[in-house]
């Protein structure tokens, strides 16, 4: 990230471009895919975007829905997943919001509705509503 901003490539940029390497080479339903997913959104400088990634974004979706209903050794990393996509919609411009949400909705409803109950009141409440 470092080196591309020296050069003056915008980082959203090489996070999208990652993001759709990685999608090409790894299934979403890897267990590193949500340690994955977390690490390109925690790195997301959302305020600044001009245009949404949407490799990462996608890449995102496709992990939120593989992720559900998350395997308990895996519980940890999918809120830390979760975190950082509230993180990357509340920082999103307030133009860009929209298309954000469509391009994660699938994903985030599968957890929002949380149809297995796989999350206590405590998870649920403070990470995911």
């Not at 939120?64 to 919609?89: A, D, F, G, H, Q």
């Amino acid at each position: 990230m470092n080196k591309a901003l020296d050069y003056g490539v915008d980082s959203i940029a090489v996070l999208d471009h990652i993001a759709g390497l990685v999608s090409q080479n790894q299934s979403p339903t890897f267990t590193s895919s949500t340690r994955v997913a977390d690490l390109l959104m925690s790195h997301l400088d959302m305020p600044d975007a001009r245009q949404i990634p949407d490799a990462v974004m996608e890449f995102v979706n496709d992990t939120l829905r593989s992720s559900y209903p998350p395997e308990p050794r895996n519980k940890v990393t999918s809120m830390w997943m979760i975190r950082s996509l509230t993180r990357v919609i509340e920082t999103c411009p307030s133009e860009l919001a929209m298309n954000l949400l469509e391009t994660v909705q699938d994903g985030m409803c599968t957890w929002i509705s949380d149809e297995y109950q796989a999350l206590n009141p405590e998870e649920y409440a403070f990470d995911v509503r």
